[in-house]
């Protein structure tokens, strides 16, 4: 299996090289990273499950899905190209915000990242690479709060910190107002 090198950057986005994907992990380096939402008509979240063969965070759920950018590889693009070797969906995708977080992970790693959000909207039925994904769930706003609530230990730990700012920017995400 080939490496896999993230873009690593500093706290404005600005890139200052690569790093092999494991080694960026394990060092805690700060790396771009992309995360994507993926709604339905219904106003439903498409969360997945992670595969459970992953390298940190196996079974746990999360967002529609996320990753980083290759060297030289736009956000837009390796959403778009993630999306479709994940969840094998393909549609429309809006930029809504970036945040930089530093969070522990299960396996002594680290995810310390410069993430670029995006938003879209789809009924097609996902096709799952299973791989990466086990499972997937649409459920609203609402009941995801809850369930997180309930059960946290079931949630990816990048899921639970951005989500609490979904709820805003899906409404103006509904409503076309700029962000």
């Known amino acids: 299996m080939p490496l896999t090198e993230v873009v690593l950057v500093d706290e404005n986005d600005k890139p200052t090289g690569v790093m092999e994907k494991q080694e960026a992990h394990m060092k805690g380096a700060l790396h771009r990273a992309i995360t994507v939402y993926i709604f339905n008509s219904r106003q439903q979240l498409l969360l997945q499950q992670r595969a459970a063969g992953k390298y940190h965070s196996g079974g746990l759920w999360s967002n529609t899905c996320c ?60 096709q799952l690479n299973p791989d990466e994904v086990s499972d997937y769930d649409y459920q609203s706003l609402t009941q995801i709060a809850a369930r997180m609530a309930a059960v946290p230990d079931q949630f990816t730990s990048w899921f639970q910190l951005t989500f609490a700012r979904i709820p805003k920017y899906w409404q103006l995400f509904q409503s076309g107002q700029p962000r």
Not at 68 to 82: D, I, N
Not at 109 to 122: D, M, N, P, Q, R
Request: overall charge negative; proline content about 8%; charged content about 20%.
């Open 67 to 126: 990753s980083h950018p290759a060297p030289g590889e736009g956000t837009l693009q390796a959403a778009h190209r993630r999306l479709y070797e994940e969840m094998g969906l393909r549609c429309a995708l809006t930029p809504m915000f970036t945040l930089n977080y530093r969070l522990p992970l299960d396996n002594g790693l680290i995810e310390h990242e410069f993430g670029h959000v995006y938003f879209g909207v789809t009924d097609e039925t996902p």
